[in-house]
């Protein structure tokens, strides 16, 4: 079959399985946009209103679904316009698959009109990158292309492909990609490993699980609920990592790291034995390495050999995929159900509780709407069985440590990257990804701004997501920071913000905006029912919180709780 | 830990990218390259990169993890200079007038192993292989007759260990 590059470039997405593309048109990659017209009834394309969006939407399809995103964008400013999604999807370990136009052949390295070194640029930020030149390379390069993005552990990739490669034709054959010689996705399962790691579980006193989004990609959740069962070890997740065990799970413990809980956090410095499922020891999760966990004996469960050893030693590296090992070693394990030890959890729990939480999601101070409440309204509307798509600064905390989870791949957020910007178009993409089920996007005023755009791509997409805008008029993570450590100067974050509510209306979103803690539960009941989009702004206290806390550099031990 | 240095040797797929990405990783960390030196490897379409880095071995093995990630790079290793063969390779130009007048050059040649590459009229041009500090001595001596020009490779080495690439690319297949 003798079809164009560009035409190459639609069949090998739908030979990939590919069914929805985010992306913004231009120049030079036109001729692919003249086959999407052709292809739209197998190929559905959503028009973005910032190349930002497409790779954050293509994110939160990948994130929801386990399935690889897909983003299109023209040369130049549009390939440059995608980078900070592609570092968020490549510190997140997220499948993309981003495809750009550029210049023609001849015209490469002349400075050409919107001629940017892409492939330069996107080299620290992605998995794998190619410029395809000529038309006959597009179908390996993009079975590759897919291949690299989703196996061992994920990440995007970034493929250039020239003017003249688009409408050059050839003859057309697709053969998917099933290994690469130079390249081992997963490492094999060493069963010595998981022998050794299996006698230390078995002899700890103290045993501690802590895991990570490495169980949600190697779609272990069983392995995982089943390992802590009958080992009855009790787990804490990184921010990556909630969800994959139920909430209310009774071995499930809470969330590590800075504004984690407080029990796991401590005891993180008191257990004997350590056991990281999937994780990479984040600095964020760990605080100040030479204090974290000094006393106990590490068990790492890695795909990624480059990540064993990086910032935490361990005692016993087991390598390849999770689900295998955990199916390995579980047969390994004793039955036990370290009572005593658990009850360390709950005792720090309920002081947590006393100090933290009741006044967060019951708050008494007479202040103003808090965050912590406004999540426990959802949680009571959603049963726990949204898609939580949370954006970055407090109201993430919140929402991370408050939100209830039923199922895995419902929590989406930025965390390696921590970018603001990312909740209202991850959101978009998880609804279509799952549209089967209720996403709802946890946004700041700051943040929103950032993409507030994609409010016209759900206009036109009429894609129900729900939006909460927590607006509390500062950039308040960066404030709370401030009041803590640099004297209350509050440097540039204050926010005089617009009217969001009409800026909604005017995308035609149907909006309310919540001022008194007695209009809240009606608020987001109506929300929660409506099968449009809906956006919800929420006024919260100004100059609330979020406790506990692990001040940068300090010990998971020196967590605070006020 | 102590800074030494160190001989990284990267086996890779022949790739237009690949060296932006393996600088990158240096980058990222700060960490200045001493010398590189990329050519074809004893395996055809192999390329063989040698990076000489002073650091300390935690920083190296944290290194060669993240080489090894890169999609084409099959293995990597890394060793201290005990453990490898090496060199350098120098080229000095220096006027021909030189060779007749002064006798001592001829000595300084003669002494010091090294080959002459090529006489012009005009100047001749001396070749000199081995360590670096066999090749700074070499510079010190011509030094005060002049040098026209002088470079120097990036080092070249083997190791003494063996290096089962063959093998390894054999299970690959
Ligand atoms: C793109 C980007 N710029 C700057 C930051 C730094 N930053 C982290 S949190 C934050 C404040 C967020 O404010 P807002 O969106 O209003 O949420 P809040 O913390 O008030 O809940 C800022 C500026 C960031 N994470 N991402």
């Known amino acids: 079959m003798r079809i164009s590059g560009a035409e190459a470039v639609i069949r090998c997405l739908l030979e990939e399985g590919v069914d929805l593309v985010y992306g913004y048109p231009g120049g030079a990659i036109m001729p692919v946009y003249d086959e999407l017209y052709k292809f739209q009834d197998q190929l559905h394309h959503v028009l973005v209103r910032h190349e930002q969006g497409a790779t954050h939407a293509a994110q939160g399809y990948a994130r929801a679904t386990g399935k690889v995103g897909v983003a299109i964008a023209t040369s130049g400013p549009g390939a440059t316009n995608l980078v900070t999604g592609i570092a968020d999807a490549q510190i997140d370990s997220t499948p993309l698959v981003c495809i750009t136009g550029q210049v023609g052949r001849h015209l490469l390295g002349s400075d050409a009109f919107q001629e940017t070194d892409i492939i330069g640029i996107s080299t620290p930020v992605t998995k794998w990158n190619f410029q395809i030149t000529e038309a006959s390379q597009i179908p390996e390069i993009i079975a590759k292309a897919f291949y690299i993005a989703r196996s061992g552990r994920p990440g995007p990739v970034l493929i250039d492909i020239t003017k003249n490669a688009q409408f050059d034709e ?41 895991f990570g989004q490495g169980i949600i990609l190697g779609q272990a959740e069983e392995q995982l609920k089943a390992f802590i069962e009958k080992s009855g070890v009790p787990a804490g997740w990184t921010i990556l990592g909630l969800s994959a065990l139920p909430t209310d799970h009774p071995l499930n413990v809470g969330m590590l790291g800075m504004h984690g809980n407080y029990g796991p956090n401590l005891l993180t410095n008191e257990c004997d034995v350590l056991i990281a499922l999937g994780m990479r020891f984040d600095d964020r999760v760990t605080g100040k390495l030479s204090t974290y966990a000094k006393q106990a004996k590490v068990i790492h469960f890695e795909i990624d050999p480059a990540e064993v050893d990086k910032n935490v030693k361990t005692e016993v590296a087991v390598l390849g995929d999770v689900k295998e090992a955990l199916n390995a070693i579980l047969p390994l394990i004793d039955a036990k159900s370290h009572d005593l030890w658990h009850n360390e959890f709950k005792e720090l729990y309920k002081i947590e509780v ?49 939100a209830k989870f039923n199922s895995t791949k419902s929590n989406i957020t930025s965390g390696g990257l921590g970018t603001m910007g990312f909740a209202l178009p991850a959101a978009i993409g998880a609804k279509m990804g799952k549209p089967e089920r209720e996403v709802v996007a946890i946004i700041g005023d700051g943040g929103f701004q950032m993409t507030i755009q994609e409010l016209g791509t759900i206009f036109q997409t009429q894609v129900p997501v729900k939006i909460v805008v927590l607006n509390n008029e ?35 979103i149907k909006s309310k905006k919540v001022t008194q803690r007695e209009d809240l539960d009606a608020a987001v009941a109506e929300m929660m029912a409506s099968k449009d989009s809906y956006f919800l702004e929420v006024m919260v206290e100004k100059e609330n919180n979020v406790f506990p806390m692990i001040p940068t550099g300090a010990c998971v031990s020196e967590i605070r709780l006020s | 830990m102590e800074d030494k240095t160190f001989t990284i040797s990267v086996y890779s797929e022949n790739n237009v990218g690949l060296l932006n990405r393996i600088s990158g990783i240096f980058l990222k960390r700060h960490i200045n390259i001493l010398s590189l030196n990329v050519s074809e490897s004893e395996i055809e379409n192999v390329s063989r990169f040698i990076i000489v880095v002073n650091t300390t071995e935690k920083w190296v093995q944290n290194i060669v993890g993240q080489i090894e990630k890169q999609i084409e790079v099959i293995k990597a290793f890394y060793h201290t200079d005990e453990e490898t063969i090496y060199l350098e390779n120098a080229l000095f130009k220096i006027a021909s007038s030189l060779l007749f007048d002064e006798k001592q050059i001829q000595n300084i040649i003669k002494d010091s192993q090294s080959t002459i590459v090529t006489v012009s009229r005009d100047f001749f041009v001396i070749s000199k292989s081995g360590r670096r500090s066999e090749i700074e001595e070499l510079y010190e001596k011509f030094k005060p007759y002049g040098i026209m020009q002088f470079v120097r490779s990036g080092r070249i080495s083997v190791s003494k260990e063996k290096m089962e690439i063959s093998t390894l690319l054999e299970t690959f297949k």
Not at chain 1, 356 to 367: A, D, Q, W, Y
Not at chain 1, 478 to 497: C, G, P
Request: with cysteine; net charge neutral.
């Open chain 1, 354 to 402: 006393e100090t933290v939480i009741n006044e967060e999601l019951n708050p008494t101070n007479g202040k103003g709407i808090s965050m912590g409440e406004t999540l426990e309204m959802i949680n009571k509307h959603s049963k726990g069985d949204a898609i939580i798509v949370s954006d970055v600064g407090q109201h993430q905390m919140f929402a991370c440590r408050y």
């Open chain 1, 474 to 508: 500062f950039l308040g993570m960066v404030r709370q920071w401030q009041e803590l450590f640099f004297d209350n100067r509050y440097a540039s974050t204050k926010m005089i913000n617009p009217n969001f509510v009409a800026i909604a209306e005017g995308y035609h």
């Open chain 1, 170 to 210: 050839f003859d057309f054959s697709y053969e998917k990609c099933t290994g690469i010689r130079s390249y081992v996705p997963v490492p094999k399962l060493n069963l010595d490993k998981v022998a050794e790691a299996a006698a230390l579980i078995n002899s700890a006193k103290k045993p501690f699980i802590v």
